[in-house]
């Protein structure tokens, strides 16, 4: 139904940037929060960034002042420009979406993408 494609990923060096690309397609009827998240090896799924439907972005404390999250709502994509990577960004970012289908207009449910490998080497 509906499925969200990540680009982006990479290897680059501290102090390199890197973009990451989230696209939504499918039976969209609405999408809310959209938001990356990572995960390290052997590590738990934290929170990196999300943005709301009226684009207010948040930010985890780790990645502020660095990182900077977008999205065009016209394109049903969010986009997440980092700078100052550091040897501990390294991770699988997986996008999320909070998407409500047109087949269930008033509930919207969690997306996930596959993922993209993001490793900086120090």
């Known amino acids: 139904q509906v499925q969200l494609v990540e680009s982006g990923g990479g290897l680059v060096q501290a102090g390199g940037s890197l973009r990451l690309s989230c696209a939504a397609s499918?039976?969209?009827?609405?999408?809310?929060?959209m938001g990356w998240y990572r995960q390290a090896a052997g590590k738990q799924l934290d929170l990196v960034a999300f943005?709301?439907?009226?684009?207010?972005?948040n930010y985890a404390e780790s990645v502020k002042g660095r990182f900077t999250i977008s999205r065009d709502n016209g394109k049903n994509t969010v986009y997440l420009q980092m700078n100052s990577l550091k040897p501990e960004d390294t991770a699988v970012y997986y996008c999320?979406?909070?998407?409500?289908?047109?087949?269930?207009?008033?509930?919207?449910?969690?997306?996930w993408g596959q993922g993209t490998q993001v490793t900086v080497s120090s």
């Open positions: 999320n979406g909070k998407i409500a289908t047109t087949s269930n207009k008033w509930a919207p449910s969690n997306y």
């Open positions: 943005i709301t439907s009226g684009g207010s972005p």
């Open positions: 499918g039976n969209i009827f609405r999408i809310n929060d």
